[in-house]
Every structure is written in C-alpha cells, then in structure tokens.
C-alpha cells in the first residue's frame, strides 16, 4: 500500500533550528522512528482514511524545540510537501 505524507519543511531561508526540528519530525513520521529514541505504531491504516500519529519525544529532541509554537505565526519559513512511501504489508488493512 501506499501512503501519502504531507509534512511541513522550513524553506532555505528559515533558521537552522526549525530546519532540524521539522526535519527531525519528518524523519520520525515516516519512519516511525526518531533518533531521540521515540516510536509510534502505525496501525491499520485504509485507503482515503487520514493518520495523524502521536509520538512522546525526548525533552531535548530537536523534534519538541519549544519555538516550534512561534514557527507557526511565520508561515513564510514553513512549506508542505508531499512524500509518498511504500508502506510495508502490514499497515494494510
């Protein structure tokens, strides 16, 4: 199955820190791992439905920089992209 993530990235002129805390984040989503250590399951997962996971980071992981609450208001640092990824067989439904 295929799935479709839609992920926010910082643009080039963004500060260092969002770029690795929204790259950071990225990397955990799809992969369902994050090099703090944190995991999510995946679980079932069907065609059109939307997940949205939750992960419990480390307090020092780059993922929960507390500017990432300010990020938001400067929305011309931050840009979506679509990345689709071959999920493995049993994230199928």
């Not at 500060?15 to 679980?43: D, F, K, Q, S, V």
């Not at 996971?53 to 480390?58: K, R």
């Not at 990345?83 to 439904?93: F, H, N, R, S």
Request: with cysteine; net charge negative; charged share 20%.
């Amino acid at each position: 199955m295929k799935a479709l993530f839609v992920l926010p990235f910082a643009t080039l002129d963004a500060p260092a820190w969002l770029h690795e805390a929204l790259e950071t984040r990225a990397l955990a989503t799809i992969t369902r791992n994050c090099p703090c250590g944190a995991t999510y399951e995946r679980g079932e997962i069907r065609p059109g439905e939307v997940h949205t996971p939750a992960m419990l980071h480390e307090v020092d992981c780059p993922a929960t920089d507390p500017r990432l609450g300010s990020a938001a208001l400067l929305p011309e640092w931050i840009e979506l992209h679509a990345i689709g990824v071959d999920l493995p067989d049993e994230a199928a439904a």
